[in-house]
């Protein structure tokens, strides 16, 4: 579908972002493994979220929806999984393919694993090599590209890897192998990632270390049991309600709550930045479950925005995040500078084509480069017919820029934000005063 979006006066209310895709996927993943029945609230209603659900049935996880966010699961337990009736379909979901990769690595039987088109031509060697060392037998396509098929794993043994680049996604599939390995499994990162993977596995009783120089989480398996997570309510994702935190910075005296959102300080990144760039986001409740952070942010839109540059692990922390920060970017007086970004270019489209194109076509000016984008501030952006790509993040991030626009704009298949946030547009148009 297509979106027509006319411009915003104001932006206020309060807004509760869906559950973290993040802790989504890890919880689902996790409470398949253990042994025992697990309750996630606040599950996201995101299609790649559904896609784990479908996979982990197709493997003999009981799966059972009580309602759009409730979903129980009866855990299989670690050596409980069933060999798959066909290919497994992980859809547009990357988190999805790259972290089941690790548990299908170490299986005793054989499994095919895929996704839609876009997802078939992301590359998957940074999850396969390290499985392969630790004894998998992974195939895949020409260039390591999706299906990737698993033979019956003959016993794996655990590595002690640096990762070439930092993803949260890679060390989580690690893990997941590790629980299975034979040995200790240590994984060092060259940037600090997101370590919801690792409060889950020591709230499941699963000893994980971490060290601070180098940067490194290690386990010891092979690990014989994980306890089930009961009852467990997934805090909201701090990358949706980015979209309405930047749409509240962009508009002088806008006023935003943001209720029940993950604070772990992994994922707060964000709020460093706004707070650089001279907004207030409050902390104004905080509580601890399981080792994550949740909690309610006041925001209110500041005067005006200074400008600044983002690099190395602010990057790699807020790689979700810059599409809308790049849109934010031309309301700030210096404007911002995106370092250290080339993960962009194998996102669900290329990310930073993607920008500098929709930026491009609605009058503003930037500039693009292999691995950086520079978005200069004091722009003043027109209403364009703007494709999304196919892309999530890049459909929300430029629903934002038509609110901040003059005149009125279209989002090209704009549905695709059901990726990750089906009820964003409702969500965004309830806040927005024209």
Excluded: W
Excluded at 79 to 108: E, F, K, V
Aim: with cysteine.
């Amino acid at each position: 579908m297509d979106l027509a979006l006319t411009p915003a006066r104001n932006f206020s209310g309060a807004v509760r972002p869906p559950g973290d895709k993040s802790l989504s996927h890890r919880c689902a993943l996790l409470a398949a493994l253990a042994e025992g029945s697990s309750k996630l609230s606040h599950y996201a209603t995101g299609a790649d979220c559904q896609s784990t659900l479908a996979c982990l049935a197709a493997l003999g996880v009981g799966i059972e929806h009580s309602g759009p966010e409730e979903v129980a699961i009866t855990g299989a337990g670690l050596r409980g999984l069933h060999a798959p009736s066909g290919p497994l379909n992980a859809g547009n979901s990357g988190t999805t393919l790259r972290m089941l990769s690790g548990i299908l690595a170490a299986q005793p039987f054989a499994a095919e694993i895929s996704g839609d088109a876009s997802l078939c031509n992301r590359p998957m060697r940074r999850v396969l090599q390290p499985l392969r060392l630790m004894g998998a037998q992974a195939a895949a396509a020409p260039n390591d590209r999706p299906p990737l098929t698993f033979a019956p794993a003959g016993g794996l043994h655990g590595i002690d890897y640096a990762l070439p680049v930092a993803s949260a996604q890679v060390k989580s599939a690690l893990l997941l192998a590790g629980l299975y390995a034979t040995g200790v499994t240590r994984i060092v990162e060259p940037q600090p990632t997101r370590d919801h993977t690792e409060l889950l596995l020591r709230h499941l009783g699963v000893p994980v270390e971490q060290a601070a120089q180098p940067r490194a989480v290690s386990l010891a398996g092979p690990v014989e049991r994980l306890a089930p997570l009961g009852d467990f309510r997934i805090p909201g994702d701090p990358s949706s309600a980015a979209f309405f935190l930047c749409a509240t910075a962009a508009i002088p005296g806008a006023d935003l709550l943001v209720d029940g959102i993950s604070l772990n300080p992994t994922r707060s990144t964000l709020l460093d930045v706004l707070r650089r760039l001279g907004a207030r986001p409050e902390v104004v409740s905080i509580e601890e479950h399981a080792g994550e952070l949740m909690g309610s942010l006041h925001l209110d839109g500041p005067e005006f925005l200074t400008g600044t540059r983002i690099a190395g692990a602010e990057a790699v922390a807020l790689i979700d995040e810059i599409p809308i920060l790049a849109v934010l970017a031309t309301r700030t007086r210096e404007g911002i500078e995106f370092a250290d970004v080339g993960e962009l270019r194998v996102k669900e489209s290329d990310r930073l084509a993607a920008i500098t194109h929709n930026l491009r076509a609605m009058g503003g000016v930037c500039e693009e480069r292999p691995e950086a984008l520079f978005v200069p501030g004091g722009q003043k952006l027109h209403g364009a017919e703007l494709p999304s790509y196919g892309d999530h993040r890049i459909a929300m991030a430029f629903a934002v820029a038509a609110l901040l626009a003059s005149g009125d704009s279209r989002i090209q298949d704009a549905g695709c934000a059901s990726i990750s946030y089906p009820e964003f547009y409702s969500a965004l148009e309830h806040l927005v005063e024209r």
